[in-house]
């Protein structure tokens, strides 16, 4: 199978994570492409092929055909994300792309354009794989593990390719940021890794949000309208409020590069009680700590006003920043990536994540690991899509890096 039939196939499988679950992983319907790609790397002729029945983890590893000092990890995970459905995708190929909108429907209610994704231009005479509009596609990250597995199977075939020992790795739940909480990192036996789970083609991240999830609880005071006056505390509108307060501008759809925001994903309420939940990102640690204590001292003012226990806030933090650990001793692994990528001739893209990756816990870890291109565009949602032709320059490219090692 060449890469995208690798792809065609993997997309087919339902793995959508459920930020709501209690359990790991969060839906078992991940370990049915957990079992798949066990049994392939198996049929390859892979070494040490493990699949985690409890967890959902699959490890591999390519034996060496040369002796080398260190060992190199690939990463991909296998989950899509909760915000649109991954059931029953039907992938759609658009060849030789002219330039022009792409209808994903029939109906054409749902379009793919120039106008609002203008990068597509960047891929006019190649072909697209995209959804029908009715789910995601799953280039998030089912591209990086089709990619690492083709990378697998010609280093496998071929002998005469020289490399190291190379290892593999698939992850469950790492879009509800759980993706490395069981993660074997000492079995696994990397000294490095490279998660393959970026974006565009030459894309090359070091760099991510540091990330909290924060969920604010309102508690109101239900009395009948007629006799509300100075009774009645309606914590829909004392949540309402705790939304005005935050800055205006420190939205995603007012920010980019390393500007940080307050991203409010969802809100219930009524007169009694109100949700809001939001996740809070930056790439400054010091701003981010600021946006952590704007929120607690909000629900600080807010008590003030209207009692003691009205608002509660909680705070979790779900990953930092890699940097630190990057620069620290392993900007090599950034430097061979540029390196490989201009032996193809591909543009390194060298760029700060908006957004974070297993490999920014797998730093914290003790594993370094930057984050590279897989192909895709418009992850998470029904106008996502890759291109063919870059699936094949990254699959280039990682049995190039694999040959540093």
Known sequence: MSVTDKFLRYVKID??????????????????????????????????????????YVYAEIPETRKTDKVIGFIAHMDTSPETSGANVNPKFTKNYDGGEIALDDKKEYVLSPEKYPEILDYVG????????????????KAGVSEIMEMAEILLKDKTIPHGKIKIGFTPDEEVGAGVDYFDVKGFGADYAYTVDGGGIGEL??????????????????????????????????????????????????????????????????????????????????????????????????????????????????????????????MFLVDYAVEAMKELGI?????????????????????????????????????????VESMEEIVKLLLKLACKF
Not at 218 to 241: C, D, R, W, Y
């Open 15 to 56: 793995t959508q994570s459920d930020e709501e679950s209690t359990t790991f992983p969060s839906t078992e319907k991940q370990k049915d492409l957990s079992r798949m790609l066990q049994k392939e790397l198996i049929e390859m002729g892979a070494s040490n092929v493990s699949f985690d029945e409890k967890y959902g």
């Open 126 to 141: 190649k072909t697209l794989i995209t959804t029908d509009g009715t789910t995601l596609l799953g280039a998030d990250d």
């Open 205 to 330: 991240e070091f760099e991510n949000f540091n990330a909290a999830s924060l969920t604010v609880n309102v508690s109101g005071v239900t009395v009948h309208p007629g006799e509300a006056k100075n009774k009645m505390k309606n914590a829909s509108l004392i949540a309402m409020e705790f939304e005005q307060l935050l800055p205006k501008f420190e939205k995603p759809e007012y920010t980019e590069g390393y500007e940080g925001f307050f991203y409010l994903s969802s809100m219930e309420g009524e007169t009694e009680s109100a949700t809001l939940k939001y996740i809070i990102r930056d790439h400054s640690f010091d701003k981010y700590n600021e946006k952590v204590a704007l929120a607690r001292s909000i629900a600080d003012f807010l008590n003030n006003k209207y009692g003691a226990g009205t608002v509660s806030v909680e705070i979790k933090e779900q990953y930092r920043n890699m940097r630190e650990k990057i620069e620290d001793g392993n």
């Open 347 to 387: 543009t390194p893209k060298v760029q700060p994540i908006r957004g974070g990756t297993d490999g920014a816990r797998l730093s914290y870890m003790g594993l370094p690991c930057p984050n590279i291109c897989t192909g895709g565009h418009n992850f998470h949602g029904r106008f996502e899509y890759i291109c």
